[in-house]
């Protein structure tokens, strides 16, 4: 209890100097005491007791106090010991690497081609599928000057083959953002989520009306996760080039998730209450579902549950009203590629 008590002040400068190196001096008198004597057969003994010990130990006895003290540091101490990416994990030290900085950007560069090659079939697969939906979604063929006569039951139906497109597209931007800044390769993610985007524009009656709420919402997003940044609960992977806002990815995340209010979430508008209610429950979720595929780490679980789900459930019936304001998906509305006609 007295050593603990002795620790705390130290750590916090209530120690003087001098009297703090008297005592490392006595602890280290202590420790030299308990060495077993100049025998080569007990030291190489104590050195094998040693060994087994901490192959049998948990690698990280206090992992949440570990993250705690980490995260206490200031930025400038990483500036000083980290190279210009500020990446924690590891260099690729090559023959003729001679900077931690070349490292660094050798590690990143190495990391994002193995991946390529790991995901390549699963990346064209995506790809492939993307294609099919665009031509299902925006065939154009016809005798009317390019353009589709169809009947009323062929728009309902197409206007749920749009619903059902819309709930696939953000999912698919969902894990290509969240896989993709796991695996250090956020660009992917914000890739998709821009042809996604490009895709559900075309799919619109009034594409300017999305685009403007699709902003509206990742401007909401990019004050809200810079807020959540800066508070220390919630690290994320690929952080940001400038330190304290909020990564691209996750703001691409925002951006993506507006594609849905008009379209798979329009029944939350008008309903404020419901939008906040699943704000304050499908928000959490979505983040510790990111944490668990590597987009992200808790340092403060508790702390950042309840943060994220009063944040959410305040911000999330603030898209759904712009989203009323905002409406390029209307239903009784039909896309400009098509015309319709009663039979």
């Known amino acids: 209890m007295r050593g603990s008590l002795a620790i705390n002040w130290a750590e916090r400068g209530h120690i003087p100097g001098r009297v703090l190196n008297r005592g490392i001096r006595l602890l280290l008198r202590r420790r ?21 010990h901490t192959n049998a130990a948990p690698s990280a006895p206090m992992l949440h106090s570990a993250n705690e003290e980490h995260h206490e540091m200031p930025a400038a101490f990483f500036d000083l010991v980290l190279g210009d990416c500020r990446r924690y994990k590891c260099g690729f030290w090559e023959s003729e690497t001679t ?15 193995l991946w390529r090659q790991r995901h390549r079939d699963l990346v064209d697969a995506l790809a492939d599928v993307l294609q099919s939906l665009r031509g299902a979604l925006l065939t154009t063929a016809g005798s009317n000057g390019g353009l589709v006569t169809i009947s009323s039951n062929d728009l309902r139906r197409r206007i749920d083959m749009r619903v059902l497109w819309n709930v696939f597209a953000f999912q698919a931007g969902w894990f290509a953002c969240v896989l993709g800044a ?3 390769s956020p660009w992917l993610g914000v890739i998709a989520v821009v ?3 490009v895709l559900h524009a075309l799919l619109a009656q009034k594409p300017s009306d999305e685009l403007r709420l699709i902003g509206s919402a990742a401007l909401i997003g990019f004050v809200w996760e810079t807020v959540l940044v800066n508070t220390g609960w919630l690290v994320y992977s690929s952080e940001s080039p400038v330190a304290g806002l909020a990564p691209v990815w996750i703001v691409a995340l925002w951006a993506n998730f507006a594609t849905t209010l008009n379209l798979s979430l329009h029944w939350l508008k008008g309903r404020w209450v419901l939008a906040a209610i699943l704000g304050a429950i499908g928000g959490p979720l979505s983040y510790f579902a990111g944490a668990k595929l590597g987009g992200a780490m808790f340092t403060n679980p508790s702390a950042a549950a309840l943060s994220l789900a009063v944040g959410w459930a305040i911000l999330m019936p603030m898209p759904v009203i712009i989203a009323t304001r905002y409406d390029g998906m209307t239903s009784d509305n039909v896309p400009r590629f098509l015309i319709l006609k009663r039979v």
Request: aromatic share 2%.
């Open 32 to 52: 030299q005491r308990s060495l077993p004597p100049a025998d080569c057969e007990l030291r190489a003994d104590a050195e094998q007791a040693f060994v087994a």
């Open 99 to 113: 900077t931690l900085d070349a490292a660094e950007a050798a590690a990143l560069s190495t990391r994002g081609r």
């Open 182 to 184: 796991a695996n250090e």
């Open 195 to 197: 042809v996604l985007i």
